[in-house]
């Protein structure tokens, strides 16, 4: 039988999603879990792989068993061999047609930006920073640049695999509260760096050292070298992938609305 689960996690202890030798993964840790719970191996698939402190919200992910147990189970007693830093969310079951990665229309991300002079302190690890002031405006007038299908190229980092650089990008959303920014990024799928690429652009704009036409520019460039440095994975969460109803995957969890 095949078993979704929805997975959420704080990032900082992990070297991302992906099992490494060095055992330090979130997918390393939650195969070990499962593997507990289920006394045999189990090999997991992800929607979307999450780099080294990168965290989710809700990381889908699938594998296939033969062990039968109820949802509630498999909550439970996985997450009983989980680090307090890694959750599972929930679980059910799906038709094994389900592939978590390849059934997904569109896949969520949040960057969460703190606007302060002074650095995060409690925060630490959980959001990005910005000690200049940032201009609401020009960042929405350059984010509206990248609406719609484009190549990315001068958002990619160098060891992306994607097999091609054009994505479609389906919203972005730039909300302020308090002193806290959250910026939501929906597309069919994004390249390895995308949005921290996109990120280190848009601040800049938003402090001013660039005007938000310049966006037009990096993307029309087709160049990672003409874009701003990489941004900090601190703030950027996994919100989730989206699905046809007709496969019953929630469309997010608790968590969704819990951040700044």
């Given at each position: 039988?095949?078993?979704?689960?929805?997975?959420?996690?704080?990032?900082?202890?992990?070297?991302?999603?992906?099992?490494?030798?060095?055992?330090?993964?979130?997918?390393?840790?939650?195969?070990?879990?499962?593997?507990?719970?289920?006394?045999?191996?189990?090999?997991?698939?992800?929607?979307g792989?999450?780099?080294?402190g990168v965290?989710?919200?809700?990381?889908?992910?699938?594998?296939?068993?033969?062990?039968?147990?109820?949802?509630?189970?498999?909550?439970?007693?996985?997450?009983?061999?989980?680090p307090?830093?890694?959750?599972?969310?929930?679980?059910?079951q799906?038709?094994?047609?389900?592939?978590?990665?390849?059934?997904?229309?569109?896949?969520?991300?949040?960057?969460?930006?703190?606007e302060?002079?002074?650095?995060?302190?409690?925060?630490?690890?959980?959001?990005?920073?910005?000690f200049?002031?940032l201009?609401?405006?020009?960042?929405?007038?350059?984010?509206?640049?990248?609406m719609?299908?484009?190549?990315?190229?001068?958002?990619?980092?160098?060891?992306?695999?994607?097999?091609?650089?054009?994505?479609?990008?389906?919203?972005?959303?730039?909300?302020?509260r308090?002193?806290?920014?959250?910026?939501?990024?929906?597309?069919?799928?994004?390249?390895?760096?995308?949005?921290?690429?996109?990120?280190?652009?848009?601040?800049?704009?938003?402090?001013?050292?660039?005007?938000?036409?310049w966006?037009?520019?990096?993307?029309?460039?087709?160049d990672?070298?003409?874009?701003?440095?990489?941004?900090?994975?601190?703030?950027?969460y996994f919100?989730?992938?989206?699905?046809?109803?007709?496969?019953?995957?929630?469309?997010?969890?608790?968590?969704?609305?819990?951040?700044?």
């Amino acid at each position: 039988m095949r078993i979704a689960l929805g997975l959420s996690y704080n990032g900082q202890a992990y070297q991302g999603w992906q099992s490494q030798s060095s055992g330090q993964t979130v997918q390393d840790y939650l195969e070990k879990a499962l593997g507990t719970f289920t006394a045999q191996r189990v090999s997991t698939l992800c929607a979307g792989r999450t780099d080294a402190g990168v965290h989710a919200l809700m990381q889908v992910v699938h594998f296939d068993t033969d062990r039968e147990r109820d949802a509630h189970s498999w909550t439970r007693g996985t997450n009983a061999n989980l680090p307090g830093d890694i959750a599972v969310q929930w679980a059910l079951q799906t038709p094994d047609a389900f592939h978590c990665r390849a059934c997904a229309t569109s896949r969520r991300y949040a960057y969460v930006l703190l606007e302060s002079p002074v650095r995060p302190s409690v925060e630490t690890g959980r959001v990005g920073w910005s000690f200049r002031p940032l201009d609401e405006a020009a960042m929405r007038r350059a984010a509206g640049y990248l609406m719609g299908e484009h190549d990315f190229t001068s958002f990619r980092a160098a060891q992306c695999q994607a097999l091609s650089p054009v994505k479609n990008m389906l919203a972005i959303n730039i909300n302020r509260r308090g002193a806290y920014w959250r910026i939501e990024f929906e597309a069919n799928a994004f390249l390895h760096h995308m949005i921290r690429n996109i990120m280190g652009c848009l601040v800049s704009i938003g402090q001013g050292k660039r005007p938000a036409d310049w966006l037009l520019e990096v993307l029309e460039a087709r160049d990672r070298k003409v874009a701003a440095p990489t941004f900090s994975p601190d703030g950027l969460y996994f919100l989730g992938p989206r699905y046809d109803p007709k496969w019953g995957i929630p469309d997010r969890t608790a968590a969704y609305d819990g951040l700044p």
